[in-house]
């Protein structure tokens, strides 16, 4: 009986894309004002999954927003729900991050993938040796050299 209930389940579901914790989705939400509807954008790191083999899982999603911890819990199957969209995804150790919710965004050192599990290749001083050497002029980049040489 129990496997029939998952099949089901299974059966009734939209998407296939497996979110976990971790991942940085972008949610758009109907949201009616009146007798208009328009889309909202919500884009943040989900921080939990639960009742993943009922017929209406949810997932909490985490923003922060000038400074304030915004957090909503999502029926991923819900009406209400245009789309989810991942953007990327952290490697992480456990299943429910609400540890992160006493960190600042800066003590948080998640190794992001674009969501095929490939780890971007460039480092940040590569970008930034990238960016010297692309600069058009040569002031720019004795600036930019003379800043560097203060801060060491």
Aim: hydrophobic residues 35%; without cysteine; positive net charge.
């Amino acid at each position: 009986m129990r496997n029939e209930v998952i099949e089901f389940n299974k059966s009734q579901r939209k998407n296939t894309i497996d979110f976990r914790a971790g991942d940085v989705v972008k949610v758009y939400r109907k949201i009616k004002e009146g007798e208009k509807e328009r889309i909202q954008i919500f884009e943040g790191m989900v921080i939990a999954m639960k009742g993943g083999q009922s017929s209406s899982p949810t997932m909490t999603v985490r923003k922060v927003s000038n400074g304030v911890g915004v957090e909503i819990v999502i029926a991923i199957f819900s009406p209400d729900i245009e789309k989810i969209e991942l953007i990327k995804r952290a490697k992480v150790r456990r299943s429910k991050l609400y540890f992160i919710r006493e960190k600042a965004a800066k003590a948080l050192r998640f190794k992001f993938t674009d969501g095929s599990g490939v780890v971007p290749e460039k480092s940040v001083e590569d970008v930034v040796e990238e960016v010297v050497e692309d600069s058009k002029t040569d002031d720019t980049k004795k600036e930019f050299i003379k800043s560097e040489d203060i801060k060491k």
